[in-house]
Nanobody, 116 residues
Protein backbone atom coordinates (compact mmCIF):
# COMPACT_ATOMS: atom_id res chain seq x y z
CA UNK A 1 0.00 0.00 0.00
CA UNK A 2 1.38 3.36 -1.05
CA UNK A 3 1.40 5.90 1.75
CA UNK A 4 2.93 9.25 2.56
CA UNK A 5 2.51 10.12 6.23
CA UNK A 6 3.41 13.59 7.48
CA UNK A 7 4.22 14.45 11.08
CA UNK A 8 5.76 17.22 13.12
CA UNK A 9 3.22 19.96 12.70
CA UNK A 10 1.74 22.00 15.49
CA UNK A 11 1.53 25.41 17.09
CA UNK A 12 4.66 27.54 17.32
CA UNK A 13 5.35 31.15 18.20
CA UNK A 14 6.63 33.60 15.60
CA UNK A 15 10.36 33.20 15.23
CA UNK A 16 10.22 29.58 16.25
CA UNK A 17 11.12 26.39 14.42
CA UNK A 18 9.48 23.14 13.44
CA UNK A 19 10.66 20.09 11.55
CA UNK A 20 8.19 18.23 9.41
CA UNK A 21 8.74 14.62 8.42
CA UNK A 22 7.15 12.57 5.69
CA UNK A 23 7.55 8.83 5.81
CA UNK A 24 6.91 6.97 2.56
CA UNK A 25 5.92 3.35 2.16
CA UNK A 26 4.98 1.20 -0.79
CA UNK A 27 7.27 3.01 -3.22
CA UNK A 28 10.93 2.86 -4.18
CA UNK A 29 11.58 6.09 -2.35
CA UNK A 30 15.04 6.76 -3.74
CA UNK A 31 13.87 7.18 -7.33
CA UNK A 32 11.15 9.72 -6.51
CA UNK A 33 11.45 13.48 -6.50
CA UNK A 34 9.94 14.72 -3.25
CA UNK A 35 8.39 17.99 -2.23
CA UNK A 36 6.54 19.96 0.38
CA UNK A 37 3.51 22.06 -0.52
CA UNK A 38 1.20 24.17 1.58
CA UNK A 39 -2.33 25.44 1.37
CA UNK A 40 -4.44 27.95 3.24
CA UNK A 41 -8.23 28.27 3.01
CA UNK A 42 -9.37 29.85 -0.24
CA UNK A 43 -5.94 29.66 -1.85
CA UNK A 44 -4.29 27.26 -4.25
CA UNK A 45 -1.80 24.76 -2.99
CA UNK A 46 1.70 26.14 -3.51
CA UNK A 47 5.12 24.57 -3.72
CA UNK A 48 7.34 25.29 -0.74
CA UNK A 49 10.41 23.15 -1.39
CA UNK A 50 11.40 20.26 -3.61
CA UNK A 51 14.27 17.82 -3.70
CA UNK A 52 15.08 15.60 -6.64
CA UNK A 53 16.12 11.98 -6.40
CA UNK A 54 19.63 13.26 -7.01
CA UNK A 55 19.45 15.71 -4.12
CA UNK A 56 18.95 18.96 -6.00
CA UNK A 57 16.75 21.38 -4.08
CA UNK A 58 14.52 24.30 -4.95
CA UNK A 59 12.60 26.71 -2.73
CA UNK A 60 9.82 29.21 -2.97
CA UNK A 61 11.14 32.74 -2.68
CA UNK A 62 9.11 33.26 0.48
CA UNK A 63 10.98 30.54 2.38
CA UNK A 64 14.50 30.79 0.97
CA UNK A 65 17.05 31.09 3.75
CA UNK A 66 14.55 29.91 6.37
CA UNK A 67 13.44 26.44 5.28
CA UNK A 68 15.59 23.44 4.38
CA UNK A 69 14.40 20.30 2.65
CA UNK A 70 16.36 17.08 2.99
CA UNK A 71 15.87 13.39 2.49
CA UNK A 72 17.10 10.16 4.03
CA UNK A 73 16.72 7.38 1.49
CA UNK A 74 17.66 4.75 4.07
CA UNK A 75 14.64 5.80 6.14
CA UNK A 76 12.32 6.54 3.19
CA UNK A 77 11.75 9.95 4.72
CA UNK A 78 11.83 13.56 3.57
CA UNK A 79 12.13 16.43 6.01
CA UNK A 80 11.35 20.12 6.05
CA UNK A 81 13.24 22.15 8.63
CA UNK A 82 11.41 25.43 9.14
CA UNK A 83 13.11 28.27 11.00
CA UNK A 84 12.18 31.88 11.69
CA UNK A 85 8.54 31.07 11.22
CA UNK A 86 6.03 33.85 10.68
CA UNK A 87 2.23 33.88 10.82
CA UNK A 88 2.27 33.87 7.01
CA UNK A 89 3.68 30.34 7.18
CA UNK A 90 0.48 29.10 8.79
CA UNK A 91 -1.01 26.46 6.50
CA UNK A 92 -1.64 22.80 5.98
CA UNK A 93 1.59 21.29 4.69
CA UNK A 94 1.49 18.36 2.29
CA UNK A 95 4.16 15.90 1.27
CA UNK A 96 4.40 15.05 -2.42
CA UNK A 97 6.16 12.31 -4.38
CA UNK A 98 6.66 12.56 -8.11
CA UNK A 99 7.92 10.20 -10.76
CA UNK A 100 7.12 10.82 -14.40
CA UNK A 101 4.94 9.73 -16.11
CA UNK A 102 2.89 8.67 -13.09
CA UNK A 103 0.41 10.77 -11.15
CA UNK A 104 1.88 12.50 -8.11
CA UNK A 105 1.31 11.04 -4.67
CA UNK A 106 0.11 13.14 -1.73
CA UNK A 107 0.05 12.78 2.01
CA UNK A 108 -2.92 13.68 4.17
CA UNK A 109 -1.43 16.97 5.31
CA UNK A 110 -0.29 18.37 8.63
CA UNK A 111 -1.33 21.65 10.20
CA UNK A 112 1.29 24.27 11.02
CA UNK A 113 0.09 27.27 12.98
CA UNK A 114 2.36 30.20 13.78
CA UNK A 115 0.82 32.42 16.40
CA UNK A 116 1.62 34.15 19.66
Amino acid sequence: QVQLVESGGGLVQPGGSLRLSCAASGIIFSIYDMGWYRQTPGKQRESVATITNGGNTDYADSVKGRFTISRDNAKNTVYLQMNSLTPEDTAVYYCNARRKPYSPLWGQGVQVTVSS
